[in-house]
């Protein structure tokens, strides 16, 4: 059994039932799930053949396994725990299997193998076994750059940092001033292979060099000015958006959050990549990519064919960006889902330590952290050769770029439209070229963690909280004289299972009730119901 299987063995076993294939193939169409006639029924015999003595919920999660339906999962337990707003299911009555359905008012119709409905009463349907399936749906996947606007963590985000609109100007007008200084070390070079080395022109030197100098401490100072203005946006978002955050997560409704402490704190602190990418990575990628053009048409201004040699670069690398990305969606999405698992698993193991020592179960456990530990390392191994591949193809396509534009460089300087110098000048102006394009590169594939990222926040931020945005609470003048529930019936979401159907109750103001029953009768379910 695969860990996409589920069974609750908290029922009626009926060992030996064998499955209804025809009626669990018109079962699964009803759920959107389309199988192929042949191989279900293949399977189905198979797994009576293996499973003879099985229940019929650990038959069925074979054959999930056998036709690798890795999104639904197998699940039996009587009628009278059965939610009907689940409906519809497979239910065994006189032993024989039947598709039950929701009928009008409080009847459901049954239909058998040989495709005769029936209309009968919920009620006389006793405590017959039911099986049904439940389709899991998948994690959810990243985020586009045309959906950020779609997306509640990105809006979160961007609207912080895009409070106050100077922090960009200043940083833009610092990256710009850069990329423009460098062009000095190339004119600097060019200037001294073709002027002071033939002449020794130690005046000209010096004066290039008192140029340099003051071009330097520029240089130096609006990149620090520049880092400082990041930081500090950060810092103020990183404190801004985490208190947002965490309100969001305090007034969550109980019964929506997810049923694991540490899937849930996983998911909130995925928060750090998405600030940090958004903050810093993309505002200087996008302001630098621009200068990689520039560079080269300068390159054409000065070396002529030699800018052809950097120009194909660029395609080049943006198919090798899109073609890492595209590799690494899966891999990182199944990484992040099963780091969650292993961060839930170890808050959940802390907290029930306990319950593990006292049922002797530590071992399944640590099994199962094996288990998700090493899933959670082939991913990443998988994930970093990717990355590893993308930044030694984008060095590799840098280095032969740079010797093609020597060669190409050379027969210029053969024909006599290129000095010495205007060869060098290319080469650092090419480096300028190489340094945004495998940025870029590896802001791709960087994009990719962090979409997964914001797709995990905003499930945390699509979470229903007690009140909404625009409520407000009400005080009354005197306290209740009693409290009632009148027809109540409540499960977990997504889960079949009723965990209570109160017909009638009523505590009077002042009345000690005490409330008896033996573990998993719905005790604590009905005192948090009654708290809202």
Not at 139 to 152: H, T
Not at 228 to 256: E, G, M, P, Q, W
Request: aromatic share 6%; glycine share 6%.
């Amino acid at each position: 059994m695969n860990d996409h299987a589920m069974v609750n063995d908290s029922s009626p076993q009926l060992a030996g039932a064998e499955l209804p294939a025809e009626l669990l193939i018109r079962f699964f169409e009803k759920q959107g799930v389309a199988v192929a006639r042949g191989e279900f029924v293949a399977a189905c015999e198979s797994a009576e053949l293996a499973m003879a003595d099985e229940p019929p919920a650990r038959k069925l999660t074979r054959v999930l396994n056998e036709l690798q339906l890795t999104n639904v999962q197998a699940a039996q337990f009587r009628w009278s725990r059965f939610d009907r707003r689940h409906l519809p299911a497979l239910i065994s009555r006189n032993d024989e299997w039947l598709l039950v359905e929701a009928g009008e008012n409080d009847q459901v119709s049954l239909l058998n193998s040989a495709g005769e409905i029936e209309n009968v009463a919920a009620d006389e349907l006793d405590d017959g076994l039911v099986l049904w399936i439940k389709v899991v749906s998948q994690a959810r996947g990243g985020v586009s750059f045309l959906s950020l606007a779609n997306n509640k963590a990105s809006r979160l985000v961007l609207s912080e940092m895009f409070k106050s609109r100077r922090w960009l100007l200043d940083v833009v007008m610092a990256t710009v001033m850069v990329n423009l200084l460098a062009v000095s070390t190339s004119l600097f070079a060019m200037q001294v292979y073709d002027r002071v080395v033939p002449t020794l022109s130690y005046a000209t030197l010096w004066t290039l060099v008192a140029g340099m100098a003051i071009v330097i401490s520029l240089d130096w100072f609006l990149k620090s000015t520049r880092a400082r203005i990041v930081d500090s946006l950060s810092a103020d978002v990183d404190k801004a958006v985490s208190a947002k955050v965490f309100n969001h997560l305090i007034n969550l409704r109980l019964d929506t959050r997810p049923r694991s402490l540490g899937t849930l704190s996983a998911q909130v602190n995925g928060l750090d990549a998405v600030r940090q990418f958004f903050s810093s990575a993309v505002v200087f990628s996008i302001v630098d990519m621009p200068f990689a053009l520039l560079f080269i048409a300068l390159i054409f201004v000065i070396g002529g064919k030699v800018g052809v040699v950097y120009l194909l670069l660029l395609p080049l690398a943006a198919l090798l960006g899109w073609v890492t990305q595209a590799r690494l969606r899966r891999l990182l999405r199944e990484q992040l889902q099963r780091s969650n698992e292993r961060d839930g698993l170890l808050v959940d193991s802390i907290r029930g330590m306990e319950s593990l020592r006292a049922s002797n179960a530590g071992w399944r456990a640590s099994a199962q952290w094996s288990e998700i530990t090493n899933s959670v390392a082939m991913y990443s191994l998988k994930s970093k050769a990717i990355s590893s591949f993308a930044t030694v193809t984008t060095g590799s396509l840098s280095m032969a770029a740079y010797v093609g534009a020597l060669v190409v460089g050379v027969s210029q300087i053969a024909d006599g439209n290129l000095t010495m110098g205007g060869l060098i000048a290319c080469s650092i102006l090419g480096g300028r070229v190489i340094g945004p394009i495998a940025q870029a590169v590896q802001q791709l594939a960087q994009w990719q963690r962090v979409s997964q990222s914001l797709g995990m926040v905003s499930a945390v931020l699509d979470l229903t909280t007690e009140r909404g945005a625009d409520q407000e609470l009400l005080l009354t003048d005197s306290s209740p004289e009693s409290i009632q529930l009148d027809r109540v019936r409540f499960s977990y979401p997504e889960s079949p299972i009723l965990q209570a159907n109160i017909a009638y109750l009523e505590f009077s103001a002042g009345a000690r009730v005490a409330i008896l029953g033996g573990v998993g009768s719905g005790k604590s379910t009905l005192l948090r119901l009654l708290a809202g």
